[in-house]
Each structure stands twice: as structure tokens, then as C-alpha cells.
């Protein structure tokens, strides 16, 4: 497994869930019902203020889950942005990034 | 936006300057060199005859670092492609007509621009990914250097350049020419074209090791 923490860009406040759905959409779309399966993509973790959520899906599918994040272009019909900022191989190692990020 | 891309680990962000205003130093370089990025001025030609490109090349090839041309004519295609002034080439996407492949592709010296404003979900999002693949693959074949672009004026059209080359890897590209294409090409145009701006008369493929005591 590999695990993303991905920075969401978007005028208004946006919830979990609305995220959630639009990246699951952005998969399926892009790679279908069965490649989205192989991704076994999971959205572990978002915080609205800073509008960064933590993702994650297998080793083998990190490119597809990238380019299914750079296509997310609007939710809702408001424009949004979203890349990941950091990486790991385990979800402690990727809060030990995000601490680092934060102290800067 | 500069706080975005610092972000996102961007090191190098080419922007786009109209040509009228190469001369000068506009403000928005400033808030992105506040942020510590290297910019780098780049122009878009949209030249819709051999000539009208010929004659922009002669006039502004000195004032910018990266000059990028779309091919909207064949005749236009053929001189940028082989011009050794021109940076980037981009192509608008479409099934027929100048499309980049067979000749054009063989003889291609310039960078092949992938933009990804217009790969978007909806209506004609499979066109779009089609005659992306299609470029690539042509590229591919000819060893065409690839480079992918956002070509955002929001903060919403910002890409992370990793994610970039994980969509360009997914069309096709390895994964090694996929992360060159973000990071080592466009940095290589940009020393490439600073080096000419500081010594015009060195030819390419000259490179300055040391300078004798004399000069210095």
C-alpha cells in the first residue's frame, strides 16, 4: 500500500464526503468499474481547514491514482485542484512528513 | 498562486509574457521570485503563416527563455519543428488535419508541449485522451523529447508536476522520460537558452569549463 497526502484546492468549504465522491467519480471515469477496483483506493482522512486529505491505494497503482487527482477539476460545478503533496510506504511515516511540513 | 506551486516543490515556473511587454519586468515575476521559484519569461507564438513565424522568431528570441509555438498550419508545423529557436511545440488536439506524426514527428527538433488544460472529464474527454496517446506514441517512436505543461491562469488549473508525470506515464511514456519531461527538459531549455542570452556567439553544443585569468 501507498499512502498520499493530498492537498485539495477550492474556493468554498468542502466536506469529506462531497471529496470522497468526486475522487471515487474522477477513478471510475478514468480507468472504469473494474480498474477502479484494482486501485483499492481509500480516503482515509480529510481536515477541512486546511483542506488536506490523507489517500491511499496499492503500490502498483500510484500513477493511476495521480492522474486520476490531476483530472479532478470541479465538484459540485466549483472549481477545485488537487495534488498530492507527500508520500509513504506507511501512514506513520506519512504523519511524521506532515508534522515537518507543519513546523515549516 | 506562487504559494501553491512552492507547495507542489516546483522549482521552475515558466510564465507567459505578451510579447509587448518582454522588454519590461512585469510585477507577477515578483511574487513568484518572493516564493522562490525561478522564473523563467516564456512566449507563446500563434503564428498562422511561415513568415508571421519566422519574423517573431528573428525579433524575440533573445528577450524570453522559452519560446513555444502552436502548430495551428502545416506550413507553420514544418519550420517550428525544425527550427532550433523554438523551445516547445504544441499541438491542438484533433482527429484530423495538422496532427504531429510520420514526417513531421522524424524531423521534430523542438520539445513536444502536452497541455493538460484540455484533458478534462465530460465531452470529448476521450478525444482528447486518444490524440494525447497518439502524440505520445509518435514522440515516442522518433525520440521526440516530451514535456507536459498546465497552462493555468488560476490556482485552480495548478498541477502538481509529479502528478503530471504520472498522467504522462499513463500515455504511454515511461516512467523515466515521464519524470525527465518535468523536471530535467524544462530546466535543460532554460540553462540552454540562458547561456545563449549571456553568449550569443557560442554555437550549441559549446560549453564555457573555465575563463583564462585574462579575462576575469
Do not use: W
Not at chain 1, 77 to 103: C, D, E, H, Y
Not at chain 2, 94 to 120: D, T
Not at chain 2, 141 to 155: C, D, F, I, L, Y
Amino acid at each position: 500500500m501507498r499512502y498520499f497526502l493530498v492537498k485539495f484546492v477550492a474556493r468554498d468549504p468542502i466536506s469529506a464526503d462531497v471529496l470522497e465522491n468526486a475522487l471515487y467519480g474522477s477513478i471510475e471515469r478514468m480507468f472504469g468499474k473494474f480498474g477502479s477496483e484494482e486501485l483499492r483506493t481509500r480516503f482515509i482522512a480529510f481536515e477541512e481547514s486546511s483542506k488536506l486529505a490523507v489517500v491511499r491505494c496499492t503500490s502498483a497503482s500510484v500513477e493511476k491514482l495521480r492522474t486520476a487527482l490531476l483530472l479532478m477539476r470541479e465538484v459540485d460545478g466549483a472549481p477545485l485542484a488537487a495534488g498530492v503533496l507527500r508520500s509513504s510506504g506507511t501512514i506513520r511515516g506519512l504523519k511524521v512528513r506532515v508534522r515537518g511540513l507543519r513546523r515549516r | 498562486m506562487a504559494k501553491l506551486l512552492a507547495e507542489f516543490r516546483v522549482r521552475l515556473v515558466g510564465v507567459v509574457i505578451p510579447a509587448d511587454k518582454l522588454g519590461i519586468h512585469p510585477i507577477v515575476l515578483d511574487a513568484f521570485e518572493d516564493a522562490g521559484l525561478d522564473v523563467a519569461k516564456r512566449l507563446d507564438l500563434k503564428p498562422r503563416s511561415r513568415d508571421e513565424l519566422l519574423r517573431a522568431l528573428r525579433r524575440y528570441r533573445n528577450r524570453c527563455e522559452i519560446i513555444s509555438v502552436e502548430c495551428s498550419a502545416t506550413s507553420v508545423a514544418r519550420v517550428a519543428v525544425r527550427d532550433r529557436r523554438v523551445d516547445l511545440v504544441y499541438f491542438q488536439n484533433r482527429e484530423r488535419g495538422n496532427i504531429f506524426r510520420g514526417n513531421l514527428a522524424g524531423n521534430c527538433r523542438a520539445v513536444l508541449e502536452v497541455n493538460l488544460s484540455e484533458l478534462a472529464h465530460g465531452p470529448g474527454f476521450e478525444t482528447a485522451l486518444r490524440s494525447l496517446r497518439r502524440d505520445i506514441a509518435s514522440a515516442a517512436q522518433t525520440s521526440v523529447e516530451v514535456t507536459g505543461s498546465t497552462n493555468a491562469s488560476s490556482p485552480f488549473a495548478l498541477r502538481s508536476p509529479r502528478d503530471i508525470a504520472g498522467l504522462l506515464h499513463i500515455l504511454g511514456l515511461s516512467i523515466r522520460s515521464a519524470l525527465g519531461a518535468v523536471s530535467d527538459i524544462p530546466h535543460e531549455i532554460v540553462a540552454r537558452n540562458r547561456l545563449r542570452a549571456k553568449m550569443p556567439n557560442a554555437e550549441e553544443g559549446v560549453k564555457v569549463v573555465r575563463r583564462a585569468a585574462a579575462d576575469e
